[in-house]
Nanobody
Framework: QVQLVESGGGLVQPGGSLRLSCVAS????????MAWFRQAPGREREFVAA?????????SDPVKGRFTISRDNANNRQTVYLQMNSLRPEDTAVYSC?????????????????WGQGTQVTVSS
């Protein structure tokens, strides 16, 4: 069983930055893709970004060039980060990290087995 714990959400003004973190409880996550999804009120959950164990990355078009995903294995704990710059009001959502227990990035929520509880990001002046 893999547990994921996110942190780093909050309220930020348009144009500002936030950095989200997600720590995985199991070291076996190291070889699996980790991803960020988001869900705004009244909308379906959508793919934001993902990164494989070897560092290959994928981004959705709305965040490309503004968000950066990364991961490390400090203290034998896999952590995935999402650096969000130039934030816009339309980025407001609950952001959740997820782990896909098979090789290869996917943008589909159904391919991810383990999910964090989510962290709220609000972009507003």
């Amino acid at each position: 069983q893999v547990q994921l714990v996110e942190s780093g959400g909050g309220l930020v003004q348009p144009g500002g930055s936030l950095r989200l973190s997600c720590v995985a409880s199991a070291p076996t996550v190291g070889s699996w893709p980790m991803a960020w999804f988001r869900q705004a009120p009244g909308r379906e959950r959508e793919f934001v970004a993902a990164i494989t164990g070897s560092g290959a990355m994928s981004y959705s078009d709305p965040v490309k060039g503004r968000f950066t995903i990364s991961r490390d294995n400090a203290n034998n704990r896999q952590t995935v980060y999402l650096q969000m710059n130039s934030l816009r009001p339309e980025d407001t959502a609950v952001y959740s990290c997820a782990v896909k227990p098979t090789v290869g990035i996917s943008r589909f929520t159904s391919m991810y087995t383990y999910w964090g509880q989510g962290t709220q990001v609000t972009v507003s002046s």
